[in-house]
């Protein structure tokens, strides 16, 4: 398989991944000591949800909402996979990847508010502050990054590298150029 030659560099290893799902779990349970409704964003926060709800230790509920964006630029957003538990009258928290632009979260926020949802907050693994378009509030940050793109712990590339159990920076050009390119450089890290 040919390599390219530049590197790619971890952003965060399986333990720091540990350490930011269990701050996370503590920070919801001490502010929802009735418990709360989990609403994960499909595909990218899987990994990060599995952590953060065996680190939540209290009551909670799961479901999970699919968009895809599509339009000029991709800056519209439509459900493909919708709730299914009814989330009138809860204290709802949105679990993402990572909130870049902030059109994503600022639509599902707006989305459960309609289906009267008595609070939202939002829960981000990662944070790409720098590249906001909407001013959306994250509640619960596990880290704010640069603006880099990163893969791994859910987080793809065209669909892959969800499955490299840490977070990994990689270069866009690079992985546009050859998209499978780099499995063997990150899987023997
Ligand atoms: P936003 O609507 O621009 O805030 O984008 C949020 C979505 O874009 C996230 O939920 C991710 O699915 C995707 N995304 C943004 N940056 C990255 C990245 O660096 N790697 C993988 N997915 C990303
Ligand atoms: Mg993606």
């Known amino acids: 398989m040919s390599q390219p030659a530049h590197g790619v560099r971890s952003l965060l290893d399986t333990v720091e991944l540990a350490a930011i799902a269990h701050r996370l779990g503590r920070e919801i349970k001490r502010d929802y000591p009735d418990g709360v409704v989990l609403v994960a964003l499909l595909k990218g926060s899987i990994c990060f949800l599995a952590d953060l709800v065996r680190e939540l230790p209290g009551p909670c509920e799961l479901d999970f909402l699919g968009l895809s964006s599509y339009g ?23 679990v993402l990847d990572i909130v870049d632009t ?40 596990g880290q704010v990054i640069r603006d880099e793109h990163v893969v791994g712990y859910g987080l793809d590339f065209d ?31």
Do not use: H
């Open 159 to 189: 669909e892959r590298y969800r499955n490299l159990p840490g977070l990994e920076v990689a270069e866009e050009v690079d992985l546009r150029a050859e998209p499978s390119a780099m499995f063997e450089r990150l899987w023997r890290r």
């Open 102 to 141: 902030g059109l994503t979260l600022d639509y599902v926020l707006r989305l459960i508010a309609l289906r009267g949802a008595r609070s939202t907050a939002a829960c981000a693994l990662l944070d790409r502050q720098s590249r906001r378009l909407l001013p959306v509030e994250v509640r619960y940050v």
């Open 72 to 94: 000029d630029g991709r800056t519209r957003v439509r459900v493909v996979k919708d709730l299914d538990l009814e989330v009138a009258g809860r204290d709802v928290i949105v």
